[in-house]
């Protein structure tokens, strides 16, 4: 069976702009991962807000949030990490 999983938090960030090119590095991360299938990760800037959705085949409701999170995790882990002098103001 195909779920829809959402999965939202809060950063804290002193930089909106980093905070948006660390979504944009998060959402070529998660497009990478198997079993995600039309994945996408939005945020509001100014609050911090993050959510990545995506849906994920799994045999029941608790196999479905147990892979979304493990994709999740995975591709948060799987960010390249930049300076923040390298962000674009």
Do not use: W
């Not at 779920?3 to 998060?26: C, K, M, N, R, W």
């Not at 849906?55 to 948060?76: N, W």
């Amino acid at each position: 069976m195909r779920y829809y999983i959402e999965l939202a938090f809060t950063v804290l960030t002193g930089s909106p702009d980093a905070l948006d090119q660390h979504t944009d590095d998060l959402m070529d991360a998660l497009v990478e991962e198997p079993g995600a299938i039309d994945a996408d990760v939005c945020a509001t800037l100014a609050t911090g807000k993050v959510a990545i959705s995506m849906y994920v085949d799994a045999a029941d409701d608790e196999s479905a949030f147990g892979k979304a999170l493990v994709i999740a995790r995975s591709a948060i882990h799987n960010v390249r990490v930049q300076p923040a002098e390298s962000v674009d103001a």
